[in-house]
């Protein structure tokens, strides 16, 4: 497994649109610092919603280089692509679907026998972009990666406790059963996948994530913690998501 890089950057947003427009320019900025073909791996949950409203919207649209961005993610609910709950298909419905070619817009398959045969597929896909079957840490995969922390810590679809948070080798595994709602299958990139990027950008934001972030400052080693770029890696919060007792920079 690479090594992952140090430590993450706090930086703390006034409430959840300042995060929102916050982690767009830094979207914007990755995209900017690379003048060839970019990938950006996205993920599902209620935290990116704000943000991929921001991309499509149309101040910020005209902006990106369509034709030189991909878009993956970083995990998947092993249901239909038209299922409410499948992550990409809410990414598509935001902002893809109206700027993105079709053929930049790579999600995860669930149309697969189960969800170890969609890890295998989507692998072969990431490996057929990257050009190799072994990631080479002076070559990342991603140029951004977005994540989240969920309240028990896990991210993308990588939960505690679970066998899949050790995995090395795969870059793709399937989740048979989630540890929180839904309680449907899953497909996750592993820690090694995700790590491989230049840029590890998490959302944190709202009250109830107060007490996960609250773990995770205090060092406990959950999924959300172990989880690092091999290049840098950044937590996002809003104030409503800090600890009493912790202030953000005004």
């Given amino acids: 497994m690479v090594a992952a890089g140090g430590p993450p950057k706090l930086i703390v947003a006034a409430d959840a649109e300042a995060l929102a427009?916050?982690?767009?320019?830094?979207?914007?900025?990755?995209?900017?610092a690379n003048p060839g073909r970019i990938a950006i791996c996205l993920t599902g949950g209620s935290s990116p919603k704000k943000l991929y409203?921001?991309?499509?919207?149309?101040?910020?649209?005209?902006?990106i280089p369509w034709d030189r961005v991909h878009w993956f993610i970083g995990d998947e609910r092993f249901v239909p692509e038209n299922d409410?709950?499948?992550?990409?298909?809410?990414?598509?419905?935001?902002?893809?679907?109206?700027?993105?070619?079709?053929?930049?817009?790579?999600?995860?398959?669930?149309?697969?026998?189960?969800?170890?045969?969609?890890?295998?597929?989507?692998?072969?896909?990431?490996?057929?972009?990257?050009?190799?079957?072994q990631l080479d840490p002076a070559r990342p995969l991603f140029d951004l990666v977005l994540m989240g922390a969920g309240p028990d810590g896990h991210t993308a679809s990588l939960?505690?406790?679970?066998?899949?948070i050790e995995e090395t080798a795969r870059w793709v595994v399937g989740v048979p059963k989630a540890n929180v709602a839904p309680f449907v299958p899953r497909v996750s990139l592993t820690l090694p996948a995700l790590a491989s990027c230049r840029e590890m950008l998490f959302e944190i934001a709202g009250h109830d994530k107060q007490p996960i972030l609250?773990?995770?400052?205090?060092?406990?080693?959950?999924?959300?913690?172990?989880?690092?770029?091999?290049?840098?890696?950044?937590?996002l919060v809003d104030r409503a998501a800090l600890p009493e007792g912790?202030?953000?920079p005004r």
């Fill in 214 to 235: 609250t773990r995770l400052l205090n060092g406990e080693t959950l999924p959300a913690l172990r989880a690092r770029s091999n290049g840098e890696t950044v937590w």
């Fill in 246 to 248: 912790i202030r953000g």
């Fill in 159 to 164: 939960f505690p406790g679970y066998p899949q």
């Fill in 53 to 63: 409203q921001r991309l499509g919207s149309d101040r910020w649209r005209g902006r």
């Fill in 21 to 32: 427009q916050a982690a767009a320019e830094r979207v914007m900025a990755r995209i900017a």
């Fill in 84 to 133: 409410p709950l499948n992550n990409m298909a809410i990414a598509r419905a935001t902002f893809l679907d109206r700027n993105a070619p079709s053929g930049h817009v790579h999600p995860i398959p669930t149309t697969a026998e189960n969800p170890d045969a969609s890890a295998a597929a989507y692998a072969r896909e990431l490996q057929a972009f990257y050009g190799s079957d």
